[in-house]
Each structure stands twice: as C-alpha cells, then as structure tokens.
C-alpha cells in the first residue's frame, strides 16, 4: 500500500456519522510498520479491493472499515503466540478502535461476525495475532433486534421470586439417569426449595432419555411439586439439536410441561438463539459450550464479552457462563464484565439474568452474592443440591438456608444449628466441603 491509500482507513470520529458504524476494540500485534498493517486490518474486514481497474472510484468513503483510535502498547520480541507469517520487522502490540460500517452487512448475526472476527480479520498481512476485546452498536442497529422476551423481570414473574437470586440446580447423574430416575431426583430438589430444575447442557434427546419421555415425567412431576410447595417451579429442559429440528423440540418439550427451554447458543449458532427467542413462549436460557475455545487465551481470539453481548442481542433470557473460583479458569474481572453485559444499559433490550456457574454450593452463596454486587443473578450448584449426603430435598434446602443466613447478617456455622441440611454442608459435617 502507497501512503495515500493507508490514509484512506484513517478518520476521526468527528469525521464520522457514528450511527452508521458499529465500533470495534482489538488487541493486535503488527508486524513491520503499523499503519500499514492496520490498513490492511480494515482493508480486509469490508472492501478490500476498493475500486475497480480504470475506473475513478473510492468504495471505501461509504464501506471501508477505519481505524479512529490506536494506542500503541510497546514493542516484543516475539508474538504472544507463535504464528507462522510472511512479514518482518518490529513487532508492536496495540490497541486499536475501528468504525465498521453496519451497512456492510445489516442487523444478522452470522454476517456480523463474518466480517469482524472472519477471514479478513484473522489472516491479515502484518497482523498475526489479534483478540476482539469488545463491539459497541448504536442504537439505530439495536432497534432491528428484539433482544430477550423475558429478560430477568419475565423469569422474576413466572417464579414469583423477587429479592433473591434464582436458584437452579443441574441434575445429576447428568448422563445416564432414565427419566423416570430423573423426574424422581429433580421433583426432590423443588420440593426441598429450588426454583429450577434443569437438563445438563450435555444431556439433550437421547435414544435412553428421550425428550419427549423426559419432558412428559418432568411436566408431572413439577406439577406435583407446585402443589405440594405452593410455589411456582421450573423445568428447564435442553433442546440443543440440529437446527432444522429445534422448533419441534421446543414444541414437545412445552406440550410436556417444560416451561423453560436450554440452548447450547455458540454450538447451535446465534441465528438459531435469534430465530427460537422470537419463536417461543417460554424463557430461553444459553448455555456456555465452546466459549473458552474463542476466550481463553489473553492476546487471541475474542473477549467472552462479546459473545455475552451478542447472546443478549440475539435473545436469551438468562445467559448461564463460567463463574468465579478456579474450577472455571476464568479471571474474576472477566466474570464481573460478561455479568455486567447481561444487566447495564443495552438500549431497549432487555436485561438477561446472568447466571455464573462452576463448583457452588450453600458454601459458596455468599461469596457469589458479595462479588455480583446484587440480588439479579442465578446460582447453579449441581452436586451442591443432588450430592448432598442427605439427598437432593435437603441440598436445595440447604441453598435457601444458606441465602436466609445472608438476608439476616449470621454466619453459616450459626444459622446452621438445627438446621441438618445446611449442617451437614459445613466442612465439620457429614457433608466434607461441598464442592458442586
């Protein structure tokens, strides 16, 4: 690239009508001279030829992607990672801001990410490594989007649970339980003060536990429960399939009585997330499978925000990701950022109730409660409630005893006494550390 042609991926946000662009923040390493690599960064993620032979014309004024800030981080000496390319010279880390402009794609997911974590992004000339920290929208492409049905005051309604967390519970055994073994287990959980009851991400519609038998016991069950307790009750039930067949999945598993439905959102695809938040009537709840694969490393691939962000958009009423504490592996500042995509201002969207997950139980309640900051939020034991030694009535009892001892300022050794459930999840009781 010539000068001239550089300076043409280069403006000002005053420079721009900003409604017309999303904004997207990276981390990048170049290779060589910078401006010319980060030409080529905005060069390849929308025009990249930008005009045809002979012809006096410029595509890039109305869509070419352009940085409009760069911070420039320090020179390595090697890459983060290493990576096979062609360029030499200085390496420098920087963080760079681009103005895309949404009129390259319009308001559809999979085009979306095409264009900003594809090709073009990932195999630029001079830019080797490169992580997609955030994505900013203005409000004129968030109004294309319906965003959740239910969002965390939708949940908050079909539970009738206001001023507290929402309580779910994994059913374990995950894999293997038929169920008839399963409805037994989740109903003694509700009984004993869950507010849901949910399908293992990993547990869907399987020859020895279909979801139509699943969800028809399940259904029964949670009826059972609602009138013995006097208290609403879910079952969320996994409908992750081949997309073609998701519709019918959620249309059995409702008629059964599922009355909250569990996606898989990154394997199945956000179009998918998108098109089933439209299409149901019930809460639809995202699970976290695949996530790490795009997150976890610091310098490459794409901030775990992003992807909470665009689940938010595309429509899940409660996105369930990895939680704090190093069963998880996940940064605690992390944690807190993909909590807070779920609940701060999204123009109209509606919040989703974050649910961070991973090794909980009466234990560790406090501590999630402390860290989150307030009451919108789910906790997710699994072996918590269904490995108490007392059984799983007891596990969720100890769950409510736990979040009682919290609401009136006493420690759990105290609010314990006489308390077996709560007790025995003490590392003095019968019930070791209860790791979930």
Same mark, same amino acid.
């Given at each position: 690239?010539?000068?001239?042609?550089? %300076?043409g991926?280069?403006?000002?946000?005053?420079?721009l =009508?900003?409604?017309?662009?999303?904004?997207?923040?990276?981390y990048v390493?170049?290779?060589?001279?910078?401006?010319?690599? #980060?030409?080529?960064?905005?060069? =390849? $993620?929308?025009?990249?030829?930008?005009?045809?032979?002979?012809?006096? =014309?410029?595509?890039?004024?109305?869509?070419?992607?352009?940085?409009?800030d760069?911070?420039i981080?320090?020179?390595?000496? $090697?890459?983060?990672?290493?990576?096979?390319?062609?360029?030499?010279?200085t390496?420098?880390?920087?963080?760079?801001?681009?103005?895309?402009?949404?009129?390259?794609?319009?308001? %559809?997911l999979?085009? #979306?990410?095409?264009?900003?974590? *594809?090709?073009?992004?990932?195999?630029?000339p001079g830019?080797?490594?490169v992580?997609?920290l955030?994505?900013?929208?203005?409000?004129?492409y968030?109004?294309?989007?319906?965003g959740?049905?239910?969002?965390?005051?939708?949940?908050?309604?079909?539970?009738?649970?206001? +001023?507290?967390?929402i309580?779910?519970?994994?059913?374990?055994?995950?894999i293997? #339980?038929?169920?008839?073994?399963?409805?037994?287990?989740?109903?003694?959980?509700w009984m004993?003060?869950?507010?849901?009851? !949910?399908? +293992?991400?990993?547990?869907? +519609?399987?020859?020895?536990?279909? #979801?139509?038998?699943r969800?028809?016991?399940?259904?029964?069950?949670?009826?059972?429960a609602? !009138?013995?307790?006097?208290?609403?009750?879910v079952y969320?039930?996994?409908?992750?399939?081949?997309v073609d067949?998701?519709?019918? $999945?959620h249309?059995?598993?409702?008629? /059964? &009585?599922a009355?909250?439905?569990?996606? /898989?959102a990154?394997?199945?695809g956000?179009s998918?997330?998108?098109?089933?938040?439209?299409?149901?009537q @019930?809460?639809?709840?995202?699970?976290?499978?695949?996530?790490?694969?795009?997150?976890?490393?610091e310098?490459?691939g794409i901030h775990?925000?992003?992807?909470? %962000?665009l689940q938010r958009?595309a429509g899940?009423?409660?996105?369930i990701m990895?939680?704090? &504490?190093s069963?998880?592996?996940?940064?605690?500042? =992390?944690?807190?950022?993909?909590?807070a995509?779920?609940?701060?201002?999204?123009?109209?969207?509606?919040?989703?109730?974050?649910?961070?997950g991973g090794?909980?139980?009466?234990?560790?309640?406090?501590?999630?409660?402390? %860290?989150?900051?307030?009451v919108?939020? *789910?906790f @997710?034991p &699994?072996?918590?409630?269904?490995?108490?030694?007392?059984?799983p009535?007891a596990?969720?009892a100890?769950?409510? $005893?736990?979040?009682?001892?919290?609401?009136?300022?006493?420690?759990?050794?105290?609010?314990? @006494?006489?308390?077996?459930?709560?007790?025995?999840?003490?590392?003095?009781?019968?019930?070791g550390?209860?790791?979930?």
């Amino acid at each position: 690239m010539n000068t001239t042609d550089v %300076k043409g991926f280069f403006a000002s946000r005053e420079q721009l =009508e900003m409604a017309d662009y999303l904004t997207l923040e990276y981390y990048v390493e170049c290779v060589g001279n910078i401006d010319t690599a #980060l030409a080529h960064f905005c060069s =390849e $993620q929308s025009t990249a030829q930008w005009s045809r032979i002979g012809y006096d =014309e410029d595509f890039r004024v109305r869509f070419g992607a352009k940085v409009i800030d760069l911070q420039i981080l320090g020179e390595r000496e $090697q890459l983060s990672y290493p990576v096979t390319h062609s360029e030499k010279g200085t390496i420098h880390a920087c963080r760079v801001t681009i103005a895309h402009p949404h009129r390259n794609f319009g308001p %559809k997911l999979p085009n #979306l990410l095409t264009a900003v974590c *594809g090709e073009g992004v990932f195999f630029t000339p001079g830019v080797p490594i490169v992580k997609l920290l955030d994505i900013s929208f203005p409000e004129s492409y968030l109004r294309e989007f319906d965003g959740p049905k239910f969002g965390i005051e939708g949940i908050r309604d079909l539970l009738q649970a206001y +001023d507290r967390p929402i309580f779910l519970g994994v059913v374990k055994p995950n894999i293997g #339980l038929s169920p008839e073994h399963f409805a037994h287990i989740a109903e003694e959980s509700w009984m004993g003060g869950l507010d849901i009851a !949910k399908d +293992d991400e990993m547990l869907a +519609d399987v020859e020895w536990s279909t #979801l139509a038998e699943r969800s028809r016991q399940l259904g029964i069950a949670r009826q059972r429960a609602e !009138k013995a307790t006097g208290e609403p009750k879910v079952y969320l039930a996994n409908i992750t399939d081949e997309v073609d067949r998701m519709k019918e $999945q959620h249309d059995v598993a409702v008629r /059964n &009585g599922a009355n909250a439905l569990l996606v /898989n959102a990154l394997p199945v695809g956000l179009s998918a997330v998108r098109m089933l938040a439209k299409y149901t009537q @019930v809460p639809l709840i995202g699970h976290f499978p695949f996530i790490a694969a795009f997150s976890r490393m610091e310098n490459y691939g794409i901030h775990s925000r992003v992807m909470t %962000k665009l689940q938010r958009l595309a429509g899940l009423d409660s996105i369930i990701m990895p939680g704090f &504490g190093s069963r998880m592996m996940t940064p605690e500042e =992390e944690v807190k950022e993909n909590i807070a995509e779920c609940l701060q201002e999204f123009g109209h969207i509606r919040r989703s109730l974050p649910v961070p997950g991973g090794s909980d139980s009466a234990l560790t309640l406090e501590t999630v409660y402390r %860290k989150v900051g307030s009451v919108d939020f *789910g906790f @997710v034991p &699994g072996r918590g409630i269904f490995g108490h030694p007392l059984g799983p009535k007891a596990g969720a009892a100890s769950i409510r $005893q736990s979040w009682e001892a919290i609401e009136q300022g006493t420690s759990l050794e105290a609010y314990a @006494v006489g308390r077996p459930e709560l007790e025995a999840m003490l590392p003095s009781g019968n019930g070791g550390n209860g790791k979930a």
